[in-house]
């Protein structure tokens, strides 16, 4: 089964030569998502108003996918500075509820700029 690309002008448009997402089979790959506007403006404020919108741009990519975050099977969270990890489950909370929840992995790395960058993987199977 060939892959399907998924881009939208619903989320941030890619910061390089890479799509939205991949679907292959009943699995969709969702590229890093950052803290940036439709329209390619980056999300300066808070830590919460900056995962708030990488979390928004995952979503709009699930959905452009055919599916939704409740799909998720894996999420990976990166974030700039540890001790943002309270304030990040919180907003997690806002957009993957706290039953059925995916595996995930948050790690400190060295992002430039901005505070939060996230990923997944859905299931889209039965």
Known sequence: ?????????????PGGPYSHAVVAGDHVYLAGACPVLPDGTWVRGTFVEQARAAFTNLSRVAEAAGGD??????????????????A?????????????????????VALDGFDIEVDAVLYLGD
């Not at 089964?1 to 448009?13: N, Q, S």
């Not at 409740?70 to 943002?84: E, H, K, Q, T, W």
């Open 1 to 13: 089964m060939p892959k399907k690309i998924i881009m939208t002008d619903r989320a941030a448009p």
């Open 69 to 86: 975050l409740s799909r998720a099977v894996r999420v990976g969270v990166y974030l700039r500075d540890p001790a943002d990890f309270a």
């Open 88 to 108: 990040m489950n919180e907003v997690y909370r806002e957009f993957f509820g706290t039953e059925n929840l995916p595996a995930r992995t948050t790690l400190p």
